[in-house]
T-cell receptor
Framework: AQSVSQHNHHVILSEAASLELGCNYS??????LFWYVQYPGQHLQLLLK??????LVKGIKGFEAEFIKSKFSFNLRKPSVQWSDTAEYFC????????????FGSGTRLQVQP | DAGVIQSPRHEVTEMGQEVTLRCKPI?????LFWYRQTMMRGLELLIY????????DSGMPEDRFSAKMPNASFSTLKIQPSEPRDSAVYFC??????????????FGPGTRLTVT
């Protein structure tokens, strides 16, 4: 079965700092990759997704992610974080097997200090 | 569109009681998913439906859990009898199979269940 690893469990940054959150998956075939964000007390929202094509994906709110197939990675980046980016971030995968359910990583809690 | 609607938003019940969680997916979506979020296990799939038919229930913990989708606009997740370890946030999500990438799931606000 596939799995998703997020190695950063809790990240604390100051406003305007750059962000990179790691995500690695274990599956040898074609995958569909996602980053979801959960703001405090709110539901999950899609930040960005990768299905195919350009491995550099741009999402909402200035976030981007790069799919590196050789490293089984899909790291999330933002050049300058804001206090409003404080949230929990989840990487998720759907292997291209026909199964439609998301497999999530354990999440990274980002705290941005003003 | 109102998005995915879940009710109730919060539920507190005593051990042994029956609990029913409800979900209304986005109109026109053909996939519906139930996920559970706990501190210990994170976000995990319980079950999902395609065109009202259960496809994968491998995440349903045990026989105390059951899910139904009687029509395209309504699903229930029932726990009977409930136990304290069922305390979690239960999310419903829906998606639409399409040409542009079928897998984007839209999540509801969740139901926070506390079993005492």
């Amino acid at each position: 079965a596939q799995s998703v690893s997020q190695h950063n469990h809790h990240v604390i940054l100051s406003e305007a700092a750059s962000l990179e959150l790691g995500c690695n998956y274990s599956y040898g075939g074609t995958v569909n990759l996602f980053w979801y964000v959960q703001y405090p007390g709110q539901h999950l929202q899609l930040l960005l997704k990768y299905f195919s094509g350009d491995p550099l994906v741009k999402g909402i709110k200035g976030f981007e992610a790069e799919f590196i197939k050789s490293k089984f990675s899909f790291n999330l980046r933002k050049p300058s974080v804001q206090w409003s980016d404080t949230a929990e971030y989840f990487c998720a995968v759907i292997p291209d097997t026909g199964r439609r359910a998301l497999t999530f990583g354990s999440g990274t809690r980002l705290q941005v200090q003003p | 569109d109102a998005g995915v609607i879940q009710s109730p938003r919060h539920e507190v019940t005593e051990m042994g009681q029956e609990v029913t969680l409800r979900c209304k997916p986005i109109s026109g979506h053909d996939y519906l998913f139930w996920y559970r979020q706990t501190m210990m296990r994170g976000l995990e799939l319980l079950i999902y439906f395609n065109n009202n038919v259960p496809i994968d229930d491998s995440g349903m913990p045990e026989d105390r859990f059951s899910a139904k989708m009687p029509n395209a606009s309504f699903s229930t997740l029932k726990i009977q009898p409930s136990e304290p370890r069922d305390s979690a946030v239960y999310f419903c999500a829906s998606s639409l199979e399409g040409l542009g990438g079928p897998y984007e799931q839209y999540f509801g606000p969740g139901t926070r269940l506390t079993v005492t």
